[in-house]
């Protein structure tokens, strides 16, 4: 592999990023543990109204979906400030680097631990504001962490991948709240002390990350984070003997400079981001992501719903749901491997244009499966049946590592890199707006269905059969480029090291 840092180094720079991840990034996407805290601390219970239904043991209880569609609400506009702000801050870390986009993060995301700590019943509408700054802080310490794929070279894809696997499973934290505060531990301790670990996230960002981005490809005498003093005095040198103006290793850029916007083949970000391949791309992930949404912002009452009000069977689906999340991070690089095939074998590798091509080719296998897996998963979650959903649990963690695995690996592979940041961004924020509708369909699923929530599910797997198109437009997109390139009789070849992306349609 190329670099010029060290093994231990850049294995350090994976495992602690894992870290990371797995334990932080995503946590608000294991709301369905936390809600089952925070309704037995008496959070939103005002909304409760008496029911002329009787209950389980046909004793009149509570009609609480007033109290569900609030806890929708917090997740709904926490999920959407994930995706919607992931663009702002995209641009920030591509324009200002690392280190700023890290120390954002870092911040919002003890702020927003401190939030849920310090609230109360009384101070409910805290939470709001609280999974916000988690959701931000944890999505942008994400985007700074796939650009360690850059340092494995023809493991990229699966590094990408394995990332937002671990950003899946991490929502498994809120269980381990759960766990934690049935064996008598406070919410107020558990989250005072995941706002003190921002500590390390500080010392991470300091030892173990570059300060501006990691190049793709990567140069040879490139080093990044804590260098010790040897390597220090040496990188030093060498700095000094360069000629007037140009960058270190760190800082090298890959390609000449061109106007602002542009890049190296003269594709600038607004002809990407206004590309059939990027809109028909938002779409499939859009769709998608509504799908989770709802089954994650609705788990609750749909658990509710099936097993009759029974507090105790609720909690062990709870349960099980959020141990199934663990598995995200040995789910999405799966999805690696369907990016990365043509990089392995005894056939010889493509290189330059070959290599963009063949890349986009195996984009259009991840896509389709993708796809496959979610209407899988949308069929079971349609079902009526509660043990049903223990299957529902498997499939939806598996969906939704390729998801996002996918849309990671996908954006890097088929458009420039130093447009990354912005793109991954700009196709969140976008997702975010159709995931709105999310509080909608449950007002729907609380209103009009009574609760039960079967024709909505129906509809939605009529919508996730939209998300197929994605991959055709891709797989047209090879065939049209492979066309070119031979009629043109380009050498298809180009030396070992060039990165060539697909040229993006219009």
Same mark, same amino acid.
């Given at each position: 592999?190329?670099?010029?840092?060290?093994?231990?180094?850049?294995?350090?720079?994976?495992?602690?990023?894992?870290?990371?991840?797995?334990?932080?990034?995503?946590?608000?996407?294991?709301?369905?543990?936390?809600?089952?805290?925070?309704?037995?601390?008496?959070?939103?219970?005002?909304?409760?109204?008496?029911?002329?239904?009787?209950?389980?043991?046909?004793? =009149?209880?509570?009609?609480?979906? +007033?109290?569900?569609?609030?806890?929708?609400?917090?997740? !709904?506009?926490?999920?959407?400030?994930?995706?919607?702000?992931?663009?702002?801050?995209?641009?920030?870390?591509?324009?200002?680097?690392?280190?700023?986009?890290?120390?954002?993060?870092?911040?919002?995301?003890?702020?927003?631990?401190?939030?849920?700590?310090?609230?109360? %019943?009384?101070?409910?509408?805290?939470?709001?504001?609280?999974?916000?700054? #988690?959701?931000?802080?944890?999505? #942008?310490?994400?985007?700074?962490?796939?650009?360690?794929?850059? $340092?494995?070279?023809?493991?990229?894809?699966?590094?990408?991948?394995? *990332?937002?696997?671990?950003? &899946?499973?991490?929502?498994?934290?809120?269980?381990?709240?759960?766990?934690? *505060?049935?064996?008598?531990?406070?919410?107020?301790?558990?989250?005072?002390?995941?706002?003190?670990?921002?500590?390390?996230? =500080?010392?991470?960002?300091?030892? #173990?990350?570059?300060?501006?981005?990691?190049?793709?490809?990567?140069?040879? &005498?490139?080093? *990044?984070?804590? @260098?010790? +003093?040897?390597?220090?005095?040496?990188? +030093?040198? +060498?700095? &000094?003997?360069?000629?007037?103006?140009?960058?270190?290793?760190?800082? !090298? %850029?890959?390609?000449?400079?061109?106007?602002?916007?542009?890049?190296?083949?003269?594709?600038?970000?607004?002809?990407?981001?206004?590309?059939?391949?990027?809109?028909?791309?938002?779409?499939?992930?859009?769709?998608?992501?509504?799908?989770?949404?709802?089954?994650?912002?609705?788990?609750?009452?749909? $658990?509710?719903?099936?097993?009759?009000?029974?507090?105790?069977?609720?909690?062990?689906?709870?349960?099980?749901?959020?141990?199934?999340?663990?598995?995200?991070?040995?789910?999405?690089?799966?999805?690696?491997?369907?990016?990365?095939?043509?990089? @392995?074998?005894?056939?010889?590798?493509?290189?330059?244009? $070959?290599?963009?091509?063949?890349?986009?080719?195996?984009?259009?296998?991840?896509?389709?499966?993708?796809?496959?897996?979610?209407?899988?998963?949308?069929?079971?979650?349609?079902?009526?049946?509660?043990?049903?959903?223990?299957?529902?649990?498997?499939?939806?963690?598996?969906?939704?590592?390729?998801?996002?695995?996918?849309?990671?690996?996908?954006?890097?592979?088929?458009?420039?890199?130093?447009?990354?940041?912005?793109?991954?961004?700009?196709?969140?924020?976008?997702?975010?707006?159709?995931?709105? =509708?999310?509080? %909608?369909?449950?007002?729907?699923?609380?209103?009009?269905?009574?609760?039960?929530?079967?024709?909505?599910?129906?509809?939605?797997?009529?919508?996730?059969?939209?998300?197929?198109?994605?991959?055709?437009?891709?797989?047209?997109?090879?065939? @049209? @480029?492979?066309?070119?390139?031979?009629?043109?009789?380009?050498?298809?070849?180009?030396?070992?090291?060039?990165?060539?992306?697909?040229?993006? %349609?219009?």
């Amino acid at each position: 592999m190329a670099g010029g840092a060290g093994l231990a180094k850049r294995l350090g720079t994976l495992l602690s990023g894992l870290l990371e991840c797995g334990a932080f990034c995503g946590i608000i996407f294991g709301w369905a543990s936390l809600v089952f805290v925070l309704k037995d601390l008496g959070y939103f219970e005002g909304l409760c109204q008496p029911s002329a239904t009787p209950g389980p043991n046909f004793t =009149l209880g509570s009609d609480c979906s +007033r109290q569900d569609e609030q806890f929708s609400l917090v997740f !709904t506009i926490g999920s959407f400030m994930n995706n919607f702000m992931t663009f702002p801050m995209g641009i920030v870390f591509d324009r200002f680097g690392t280190t700023a986009a890290r120390l954002i993060a870092i911040s919002l995301y003890t702020g927003g631990t401190l939030l849920v700590a310090f609230s109360t %019943p009384e101070l409910a509408m805290l939470l709001f504001p609280a999974m916000s700054m #988690l959701s931000v802080g944890g999505i #942008l310490l994400i985007l700074t962490n796939m650009q360690v794929g850059n $340092l494995f070279g023809n493991y990229r894809s699966i590094i990408i991948t394995l *990332y937002n696997g671990a950003f &899946d499973s991490s929502s498994a934290v809120f269980l381990i709240v759960k766990l934690l *505060y049935e064996h008598g531990l406070s919410l107020r301790a558990m989250f005072l002390f995941l706002a003190a670990c921002s500590a390390w996230h =500080l010392l991470r960002t300091l030892f #173990l990350m570059p300060r501006s981005r990691i190049p793709y490809p990567l140069p040879p &005498d490139y080093n *990044y984070g804590l @260098r010790c +003093r040897g390597r220090s005095r040496s990188y +030093r040198t +060498r700095k &000094d003997k360069q000629p007037p103006g140009e960058a270190g290793p760190e800082e !090298t %850029p890959l390609e000449p400079p061109v106007a602002r916007g542009g890049d190296a083949t003269g594709t600038p970000f607004r002809s990407c981001a206004c590309s059939w391949l990027f809109a028909w791309h938002v779409a499939w992930l859009s769709v998608m992501q509504l799908r989770h949404y709802l089954f994650i912002g609705t788990l609750n009452p749909q $658990l509710e719903h099936l097993a009759g009000g029974d507090h105790a069977l609720v909690s062990t689906y709870t349960n099980a749901f959020a141990f199934t999340q663990l598995c995200g991070v040995l789910c999405a690089p799966w999805n690696g491997l369907i990016l990365d095939r043509h990089k @392995r074998g005894k056939a010889p590798r493509p290189e330059g244009t $070959l290599a963009a091509l063949a890349d986009l080719r195996s984009a259009v296998l991840s896509l389709v499966v993708t796809v496959a897996l979610c209407l899988l998963f949308s069929v079971f979650a349609a079902l009526p049946v509660l043990p049903a959903q223990f299957g529902t649990f498997v499939l939806q963690v598996i969906s939704r590592s390729f998801l996002y695995g996918g849309n990671a690996a996908f954006l890097a592979i088929a458009f420039p890199p130093q447009h990354f940041g912005k793109l991954y961004g700009l196709a969140m924020a976008l997702s975010a707006l159709v995931a709105l =509708l999310q509080y %909608p369909c449950v007002a729907l699923v609380q209103g009009p269905l009574q609760g039960d929530p079967f024709y909505m599910n129906l509809g939605l797997i009529a919508v996730v059969l939209v998300a197929f198109v994605s991959p055709v437009v891709v797989a047209r997109k090879c065939q @049209r @480029r492979a066309k070119e390139l031979g009629m043109a009789g380009t050498p298809l070849a180009a030396p070992s090291g060039t990165e060539i992306h697909a040229e993006t %349609p219009h």
